[in-house]
């Protein structure tokens, strides 16, 4: 095993080297994950650098795009307008009179502000890096000074734009529910299918919500993005949210799998590294490593088809000294693009590429003993020939060796922390196996058993 992700490390760092055209991102066959269109299984890990096109400067992109590649990372999700009056770094706007129907690309030749998002894309695809493109942030839409019409030019304005490039992923909506001015986001998504059928659409919806609750049937959209959101239990109590499952990221991955047509869903917004309990006290505890591990593996052992991470500084570009911070954010955005979270979630996508890929199905029913809930639930994956089983406790559970399929021989623990594999010698190989992960049991001591 440990041969075998070294490898994939390896082979992962030479396949995001400069490269003049990335393959385009597909729907796999059986509908549930991704893959690249020369038939490659495509794990999406993401970053949310939503503030990249307007906060930083060219130099800095290109810190950051090298930073992501090194750490895994092969999709960053970016807002194209944060707000109508969105001026870049060097000043250029955005809109012409703040209207989304007419770009301003003539302005400023050697900084304009669609220029500039032409090289952050381009320099993302040398790095073996896809960009998600948020047309426009879902609040500039809830006050409804925008129409469908306006949005219907501007969708096709982006799409005939940025068709071009292979490396480009849409992502409708933006921290919204659907159901808010639904009839400018199914124009938005059509106009954008209508003219760039070569590239993925999805949709970004505000917190405790996923897509599909309003577009799982719209043509437009290829897959489903739930936002797990920044909420602890004992937050979650908003009489105004359809869906309290708390922490458990891994329920809407559940309730998407039971909709038709079969769709891929991931979590696109968790809690962020270093980011408050619930976001807007800054006095409350911060989300950190452990709990971003916890909601990746949770959600793609449930059947997610990737994982998009964040951190509180990185995600809003922030300096320390400067106006604009959000989120109780601390620190600077160039010292916690190094944060332990983020340089532990190339180990997930590592595992995932070292079994065989599109046989993978949820498998709960091999967890023989997950009453406890909460942080002890055991979320579990598996494959024709191997299964997963990933504790964020380290507590003692038990696997129904009947409920495989296939006869396991080999048995190991994975360390999510750190990419290691310890072999297991010798396990009960009938019945009901129980397993006890390495060191005390205790929130953060996460492991994942792999039998095979």
């Not at 500039?116 to 426009?136: H, M, Q, S, T, W």
């Not at 659907?178 to 999805?202: C, F, M, Q, R």
């Not at 996923?210 to 937050?235: C, I, R, T, V």
């Not at 129904?400 to 399929?405: A, G, N, V």
Request: glycine content about 10%; aromatic content about 14%.
């Amino acid at each position: 095993m440990k041969k075998i992700i070294t490898i994939l490390f390896i082979a992962t760092a030479i396949g995001c080297r400069a490269q003049t055209a990335l393959p385009l991102i597909k729907i796999a066959a059986g509908k549930r994950f991704f893959q690249t269109s020369d038939g490659k299984p495509f794990f999406w890990l993401g970053d949310t650098g939503w503030l990249l096109f307007t906060k930083c400067n060219k130099d800095e992109v290109m810190h950051y795009l090298d930073t992501r590649r090194q750490q895994g990372f092969n999709v960053v999700q970016v807002m194209v307008l944060h707000s109508l009056a969105a001026v870049n770094v060097y000043g250029d706007s955005a809109l012409q009179n703040k209207n989304i129907a007419t770009p301003d690309t003539a302005n400023n030749p050697e900084h304009n502000y669609w220029k500039n998002i032409d090289f952050v894309i381009e320099e993302a695809g040398k790095r073996g890096i896809y960009i998600g493109l948020v047309p426009l942030w879902g609040s500039n839409i809830k006050d409804g000074k925008i129409a469908a019409a306006q949005a219907a030019v501007y969708a096709k304005f982006l799409a005939q734009r940025y068709s071009r490039y292979n490396n480009i992923i849409w992502i409708n909506g933006g921290d919204i529910k659907g159901g808010d001015a639904p009839e400018v986001w199914n124009t938005i998504g059509s106009t954008i299918k209508k003219y760039d059928t070569a590239h993925l659409v999805t949709f970004h919806p505000r917190g405790r919500n996923s897509s599909a609750e309003w577009f799982h049937q719209a043509p437009w959209l290829d897959f489903n993005m739930f936002q797990s959101g920044h909420k602890d239990y004992a937050q979650d109590t908003s009489s105004n949210e359809q869906n309290h499952f708390g922490e458990d990221n891994w329920k809407f991955v559940q309730a998407d799998y039971k909709r038709l047509p079969a769709k891929p869903t991931m979590d696109g917004e968790p809690s962020y590294e270093n980011i408050p309990h619930g976001l807007h006290d800054s006095m409350q505890s911060r989300w950190a490593a452990a709990d971003v591990r916890r909601y990746a593996y949770w959600s793609v052992f449930a059947g997610g088809a990737g994982f998009t991470y964040g951190e509180n500084a990185v995600m809003q570009f922030h300096t320390m000294g400067k106006k604009g911070g959000s989120f109780g954010v601390n620190n600077n955005w160039k010292k916690t693009i190094n944060a332990p979270g983020a340089g532990q979630m190339i180990f997930l996508k590592q595992l995932m590429l070292s079994v065989p890929y599109f046989d993978r199905q949820p498998a709960q029913q091999i967890i023989a003993d997950n009453t406890k809930g909460k942080y002890n639930y055991v979320l579990a994956t598996a494959g024709n020939h191997y299964a997963m089983a990933y504790t964020y406790t380290g507590r003692n559970f038990s696997i129904d060796i009947s409920k495989l399929h296939f006869r396991a021989t080999k048995a190991g623990w994975f360390n999510p922390r750190n990419g290691s594999f310890t072999a297991i010698n010798g396990f009960t190989k009938t019945g009901f196996a129980q397993f006890d992960p390495p060191g005390e049991p205790g929130n953060g001591n996460d492991w994942v058993l792999l039998l095979q």
